[in-house]
């Protein structure tokens, strides 16, 4: 572009326009131009085009900045198929095509590994989705005053009217007008997270792959308090969906950002639903952890017990259990499989879904991950491989110290976030563990989201 390193951060300015072609991304999808060796991140650019860019903030070593009109588009740019995009927080990479979501993913995981793990590891392969419309069982829904259900703003709590979302099955949006009219008729008020007021919080939509639904209603009332003509909620969600399976309560009267309260009451149907996945059945209640996506579910579970190299003989360590799905499947393959996980109700559906399937060799305790493997040790429990599949914030320091102490010859890591993988490799290769190698499934098209199967050896 013709300016020096001085000039350009003399003149840059906020709301100043400039042309500069971005050549990458960053990790939160930003399109990434440099302008005489300065980074400027760019919303809405895809790798490769020119653009005229609003500048938004300047820092000492970098911008921020915005599309302001496309010069010279990319081939895999997209033209929007959804009125909400880009306000909406949940998709961000709906403006490019597929296999662009693709690269950008892929790179994401291996940028991570190599620049913040420290790892000599290239991710050669990404598992795309055969679906990336309609694929998600699960939906969230937060209310506000007008009153408005749909999704928050990017980077705010603004709620966003979304009638329907091209991720979720047709049935959220059928369940969201039947509730929205419920609140019309009945003066039910929406919550405001402000000032803490207002009775409906969270619509919350369960589904299967057989086409059945699990409604909960995440209220600022106690579970017991009756709702203001509740029959006619009922009778109008009933209507709604011919596939429900039941209606559920959720008393969540916290000041917090939680969405779902922990006592619940069934207003119809059964509290529960049931799923299929790797040949196995399981039991969801609303507060279980189950992946949002079933299909790529499939594909993320088949690599990482291809990662472990089960032969049958094995006995396997699984921390962050959840209801047992990575265990049960685990167990098809091992001599023993040993599940722990924190939260006491996941872990008697853990039991009961072992009993479902007629698995006899994998067992579950309840406890912290650390704790669990910590007596496991002292106990003299050697377990051969060792899987992990944390919550976003990744292993606790303690974690790794005792999963180093049993020395377990092979540790799969299953990932939902790069950075902190990466954060992990680098702690877990002070215990001797080697990240050899990686892989990524694209879980949540669409959005910004990646997950990731990580092998390491001993």
Request: aromatic share 6%; glycine share 8%.
């Amino acid at each position: 572009m013709g300016i020096k390193r001085a000039d350009f951060m003399s003149e840059l300015k906020k709301n100043q326009i400039l042309s500069a072609i971005c050549d990458g991304y960053s990790a939160d999808g930003m399109g990434v131009a440099h302008v005489d060796g300065m980074a400027l991140f760019v919303s809405g650019a895809i790798a490769g085009e020119r653009c005229e860019i609003r500048i938004l903030k300047v820092l000492k070593n970098l911008a921020f900045g915005k599309v302001e009109r496309v010069l010279e588009p990319s081939p895999e740019r997209l033209p929007p198929d959804c009125p909400h995009f880009p306000a909406c927080g949940g998709c961000r990479t709906r403006h490019m095509s597929c296999a662009e979501e693709l690269r950008f993913k892929r790179q994401k995981v291996e940028d991570a590994l190599r620049r913040v793990g420290g790892a000599d590891l290239s991710v050669d392969i990404i598992h795309g989705a055969a679906k990336t419309e309609r694929y998600r069982n699960k939906a969230q829904l937060p209310v506000s005053p007008g009153p408005k259900i749909g999704f928050y703003r990017g980077g705010s709590h603004e709620v966003i009217d979304v009638p329907d979302c091209k991720l979720e099955p047709e049935s959220v949006g059928l369940a969201r007008g039947a509730v929205l009219d419920w609140m019309v008729s009945s003066g039910a008020a929406a919550y405001d997270e402000t000032a803490h007021r207002g009775l409906v919080r969270h619509l919350y939509v369960r589904t299967d792959s057989a086409g059945e639904a699990l409604v909960c209603l995440v209220v600022n009332a106690p579970a017991e308090r009756t709702l203001p003509d509740e029959a006619g909620l009922v009778r109008r969600i009933r209507e709604a969906l011919p596939g429900l399976r039941g209606l559920v309560l959720s008393a969540n009267t916290r000041k917090t950002n939680v969405i779902l309260g922990g006592d619940y009451r069934t207003l119809w149907g059964s509290p529960t639903l049931d799923e299929t996945l790797c040949g196995l059945t399981f039991r969801l209640s609303v507060p279980s952890f189950f992946q949002v996506n079933r299909d790529q579910c499939e594909v993320l579970y088949d690599r990482a017990l291809e990662f472990a190299a089960l032969t049958g003989k094995e006995t396997v360590l699984d921390l962050y259990c959840g209801i047992g799905t990575i265990s049960l499947c685990a167990a098809k393959r091992a001599k023993r499989v040993i599940g722990a996980e924190i939260v006491p109700e996941a872990i008697e559906d853990a039991k009961a879904n072992a009993a479902r399937n007629d698995i006899e060799n994998a067992e579950f305790f309840r406890g912290d991950a650390a704790d669990t493997a910590l007596t496991l040790a002292r106990q003299g429990v050697r377990p051969d491989v060792v899987i992990v599949d944390p919550p976003r914030r990744g292993l606790e320091p303690s974690v790794i110290d005792t999963v180093a102490q049993m020395a377990p010859d092979r540790l799969v890591y299953v990932s939902c976030d790069p950075a902190t993988l990466a954060r992990d490799v680098k702690l877990l290769s002070a215990h001797g563990y080697k990240a050899v190698k990686a892989e990524a499934i694209d879980m949540f098209p669409r959005t910004l989201h990646v997950e990731t199967v990580c092998l390491f050896v001993r």
